[in-house]
């Protein structure tokens, strides 16, 4: 997929990983709305966007992705204003282990009521022009960590839920095709939340655990991870992968097939 002249729209854009997505986007010729619930860093970064890219280049709109009724009014405002979306990344998300019910809200049903909105709109049954969709995982969607159990269980639903996605789209033909980024760790505020007992609660305890695994696998920059993101985004041949991201490279996941799960006899 070129990108010159697509429309693309990214969630939690203001700031950190989104923000890089938009940026590379725009670097390459595409159009972005940046959806995010801070208006202040959301104006913040659509001016700067601006100043490099032109001011039709983007569009900003304060949206929860928690909202059905916001997210949906901020997709249809930005289908109104550029005619059209053919990219749809699912990127806001949060770290709260003590507020677990909003995590769950954020990081899975915000993500499945992007996925959906973006394909009823994509989709060539209704008349799209088809498209990709990059749901923003994490390697704690495929590995878990004990310090964030619902972090995990976000992450690795997100993954379950893209990869059922990306194959029943291509089964009915809806001419998009669905990724997911799982990075590990990346230098972006998020990463706060280890060191704030109010957002892991009792996991705190093991917050030593992710710190350790931090120490031995490294920290990334949100540019590093967004080059990996253009090249998912315009390989044609992926759907349902998952893309795996760390300071030593990347690497796309090798699920086993449902037949291929070794068992031997009880
Ligand atoms: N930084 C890291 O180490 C990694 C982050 N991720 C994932 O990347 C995504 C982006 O996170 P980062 O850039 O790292 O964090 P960040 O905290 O810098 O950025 C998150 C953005 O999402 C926005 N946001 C939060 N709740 C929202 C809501 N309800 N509706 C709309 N926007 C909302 C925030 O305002 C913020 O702009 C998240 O899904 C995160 O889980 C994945 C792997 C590694
Ligand atoms: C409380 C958690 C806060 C934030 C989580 C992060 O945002 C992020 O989403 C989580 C990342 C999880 C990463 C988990 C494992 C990573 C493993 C590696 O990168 C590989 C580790 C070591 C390899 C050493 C080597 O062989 O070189």
Known sequence: MALDGKVAVVTGAAQGLGKAFAEILLQNGAKVALLDVNEKEGKSTKAAFEAEFGASRTLFHVCDVSSEEVFKDAFQKTVQ??????IFCNNAG???EVSWEKTIEI???????????????????????????INVASMAGVVHLAGAPIYTATKHAVVGFSRAMAEFSAAAGYGVRICMLCPAFVRTDILNALKEKDKLGEFFRLKHLTENLLDVAGLMETSDVAKV?????????????ALLVTPRGAAYVDFPAANEIPCSPL
């Open 81 to 86: 204003h550029f005619g059209r979306v053919d």
């Open 229 to 241: 993101f253009l090249q998912m985004l315009l390989d044609d041949s992926k759907n349902g992968a």
């Open 94 to 96: 949060i770290t709260n």
């Open 107 to 133: 990081n899975l049903k915000g993500v499945v009521r992007g996925t959906y909105m973006a394909l009823e709109h994509m989709k060539t049954e209704n008349g799209g022009g088809g498209g990709v969709i």
